[in-house]
């Protein structure tokens, strides 16, 4: 189960695809154990930090989940979430509070209204760095899988 050399994409995103289609095709089932990082790292010819990137990324994705000391396995399609957590709770967040923010403009505001819409505003501004911190951690591990790649030579 090697992966594509003809392809530009980083290492890490091609072995998490491969363990994607093995999961969404049905090979792999809910609670299935995933192998072992030493496993994926030889039949996929990639680092062992290439592995975990890849496995980061499918945990994420809410595909797997890990148990230390005991491996990754194959999430429930019906357990999975169908969003980030933090979207939601900022949506929610949108949602409950726009009544009390039209009520706001008209002087009506309390102060638990506004502790909780600067609350609010300070978690999509999170939200926002957390996304921006995902790329660039992501861009990172693709500069050091080439790196790794350049020393195993």
């Known amino acids: 189960m090697s992966l594509p050399t ?9 072995a998490a695809d491969r363990l994607r289609e093995e999961i969404t095709s049905g090979r792999l089932k809910p609670g299935d ?8 790292k030889d039949s996929l010819g990639i680092a062992n930090a290439t592995v975990h990137a890849a496995l980061r990324v499918l945990r994420d994705e809410g595909l797997i989940y890990s148990v230390h000391g005991r491996g990754s396995y194959v999430s ?5 979430p169908e969003a980030d957590p933090l979207a939601e709770l900022a949506a929610a967040f949108a ?7 039209n009520k706001a403009t008209a002087g009506d505001q309390s102060p638990l ?23 660039q951690v992501t861009a990172l591990e693709a500069k050091v899988e080439r790196l790794e790649r350049r020393d195993d030579r």
């Not at 003809?6 to 091609?14: G, T």
């Not at 154990?33 to 994926?40: F, N, V």
């Not at 300070?122 to 911190?133: K, P, S, Y």
Request: glycine share 6%; proline share 10%; aromatic share 4%.
């Open 6 to 14: 003809n392809d530009p994409r980083p290492p890490y995103l091609l």
């Open 33 to 40: 154990r995933l192998p072992s990082s030493r496993d994926l």
């Open 76 to 80: 429930d399609p019906a357990a999975r």
């Open 95 to 101: 949602g409950d509070f726009t009544e009390r923010e």
């Open 113 to 135: 209204t506004d502790i909780l819409l600067t609350v609010r505003d300070q978690l999509q501004a999170m939200a926002a760095e957390v996304g921006e911190l995902k790329g």
